[in-house]
């Protein structure tokens, strides 16, 4: 995590790039890539207070208060586009940004989306599988909408959190917006063991609050259930998994383990997709993924990477950086979010629908730039 919290991402340094921008207002609005599947998709958000746990980042907050954006498969596509940010949460990104002075400050706020805000659900027997989604340090839950967007329109109930305090902005229904609290100390492995427990918790409680909703309880199928982390997100997914017995599989898109050593071996259904960096060591000193790796002892497990990634190209950023006239990573953003959804795609149909996907089997034609180890 000494990596992938703050010194990668605080001051949202994730849209950034590797050199200075000339971006300007100018910019047009910024759009993400269409979802690719069959059902039209709505997007709900949900305000959540756990009474019983104190703030873990606040002192003298007596109760845990988080945000959750619930995207699914809707009977049709109805309504006014969901908002990708609020206009506040925008502006606080925007200005954690340099290269970003001369953008207008509600321009995230702006940004194209394909769910619609709360367009009627459509039900399916038995319900949906569900996928919890858990974003990096310092980044909005918002910045999971492209995967977010394609997981519903392939007919999964996809509920993305927001960790109050460790993203750069979170904005309440009574207009407070919430800013980085976690971590300003330093990264230290404790403070990873934090994080990871602070995002068990918070996974656990929206679990239990779906569950008890009458509402999404009969929309969602409560035995295929799976977590995609990117980041700091993906290293918590993999620290969850032997704790929590409901999340059958998890995902961990390019987050470094701090800890690296799980309290417990990963048994369960688990994939690793990262930039080249993720890489295994063939000398010196061996990266997280190295050490992590032997504790993740199931029956199925898979160490990807992609070649011409960065850390950011798993998520939004990908293409709204170029879009906000900010530098590109070596492989095209789009391109990048394709890979991504197929490869996690293919994971959740995999192990959640029980329908075979080759695509995990080994190297493929149609994505060179991704390697198996």
Same mark, same amino acid.
């Given at each position: 995590?000494?990596?992938?919290?703050?010194?990668?991402?605080?001051? =949202?340094? @994730?849209?950034?790039?590797?050199?200075?921008?000339?971006?300007?207002?100018?910019?047009?609005?910024?759009?993400?890539?269409?979802?690719?599947?069959?059902?039209?998709?709505?997007?709900?958000?949900?305000?959540?207070?756990?009474?019983?746990?104190?703030?873990?980042?606040?002192?003298?907050?007596? *109760?845990?208060?988080?945000?959750?954006?619930?995207?699914?498969? /809707?009977?049709?596509?109805?309504?006014?586009?969901?908002?990708?940010?609020?206009?506040?949460?925008?502006?606080?990104?925007?200005?954690?940004?340099?290269? =970003?002075?001369?953008? +207008?400050?509600?321009?995230?706020?702006?940004?194209?989306?394909?769910?619609?805000?709360?367009?009627?659900?459509?039900?399916?027997?038995?319900?949906?599988?569900?996928?919890?989604? $858990?974003?990096?340090?310092?980044? +909005?839950?918002?910045?999971?909408?492209?995967?977010?967007?394609? !997981? @519903? $329109?392939?007919?999964?109930?996809?509920?993305?959190?927001? #960790?109050?305090?460790?993203?750069?902005?979170?904005?309440?229904?009574?207009?407070?917006?919430?800013?980085?609290?976690?971590?300003?100390?330093?990264?230290?492995?404790?403070?990873?063991?934090?994080?990871?427990?602070?995002?068990?918790?918070?996974?656990?409680?929206?679990?239990?609050?779906?569950?008890?909703?009458?509402?999404?309880?009969?929309?969602?199928? *409560?035995?295929?259930?799976?977590?995609?982390? #990117?980041?700091?997100?993906?290293?918590?997914?993999?620290?969850?998994?032997? @704790?929590?017995?409901?999340?059958?599989? @998890?995902?961990?898109?390019?987050?470094?383990?701090?800890?690296?050593?799980?309290? /417990?071996?990963?048994?369960?259904? !688990?994939?690793?997709?990262?930039?080249?960096?993720?890489?295994?060591?063939?000398?010196?000193?061996?990266?997280?993924?190295?050490?992590?790796?032997? #504790?993740?002892?199931?029956?199925?497990?898979?160490?990807?990477?992609?070649?011409?990634?960065?850390?950011?190209? !798993?998520?939004?950023?990908?293409?709204?950086?170029?879009?906000?006239?900010?530098?590109?990573?070596?492989?095209?953003?789009?391109?990048?979010?394709?890979?991504?959804?197929?490869?996690?795609?293919?994971?959740?149909?995999?192990? =959640?629908?029980?329908?075979?996907?080759?695509?995990?089997?080994? +190297?493929?034609?149609?994505?060179? *730039?991704?390697? !198996?180890?």
């Amino acid at each position: 995590m000494r990596k992938t919290v703050v010194a990668s991402v605080l001051a =949202l340094s @994730a849209l950034t790039g590797a050199g200075p921008a000339n971006a300007t207002a100018s910019a047009p609005t910024p759009a993400l890539p269409p979802p690719a599947g069959e059902h039209a998709v709505g997007r709900s958000v949900m305000h959540l207070i756990d009474s019983g746990r104190p703030d873990p980042w606040v002192a003298g907050r007596k *109760e845990r208060e988080l945000m959750v954006s619930v995207w699914y498969p /809707a009977r049709e596509a109805e309504g006014e586009p969901a908002r990708y940010v609020t206009p506040q949460e925008s502006a606080l990104i925007i200005k954690s940004v340099p290269q =970003l002075k001369d953008v +207008p400050p509600d321009t995230l706020a702006r940004t194209k989306t394909y769910a619609r805000a709360d367009a009627p659900a459509l039900k399916r027997k038995g319900g949906w599988p569900l996928v919890v989604l $858990s974003s990096g340090m310092t980044l +909005p839950r918002a910045t999971m909408t492209s995967l977010a967007e394609e !997981f @519903a $329109s392939r007919g999964y109930l996809v509920a993305g959190i927001e #960790h109050t305090y460790e993203s750069v902005a979170t904005t309440f229904p009574d207009g407070r917006t919430a800013t980085f609290e976690a971590g300003r100390g330093g990264q230290t492995p404790e403070l990873g063991a934090k994080v990871a427990r602070v995002r068990a918790a918070d996974t656990a409680f929206v679990l239990d609050r779906l569950d008890r909703s009458k509402h999404w309880n009969r929309l969602i199928d *409560e035995t295929r259930i799976a977590m995609v982390g #990117h980041s700091v997100g993906g290293q918590s997914a993999a620290h969850l998994l032997p @704790a929590d017995k409901r999340i059958k599989a @998890a995902v961990n898109l390019d987050g470094s383990y701090n800890p690296a050593t799980p309290a /417990a071996p990963v048994r369960r259904l !688990f994939m690793m997709l990262g930039n080249p960096r993720q890489e295994p060591s063939t000398g010196g000193e061996k990266g997280s993924w190295d050490l992590f790796w032997p #504790h993740v002892t199931g029956d199925w497990k898979r160490w990807l990477t992609v070649r011409g990634a960065e850390h950011m190209s !798993f998520i939004d950023y990908a293409v709204l950086q170029p879009q906000l006239g900010l530098p590109k990573y070596p492989t095209d953003g789009e391109r990048s979010i394709e890979i991504t959804r197929a490869y996690v795609t293919a994971f959740l149909d995999l192990h =959640l629908k029980g329908k075979r996907r080759p695509l995990l089997d080994g +190297p493929s034609a149609d994505y060179p *730039e991704v390697r !198996f180890w």
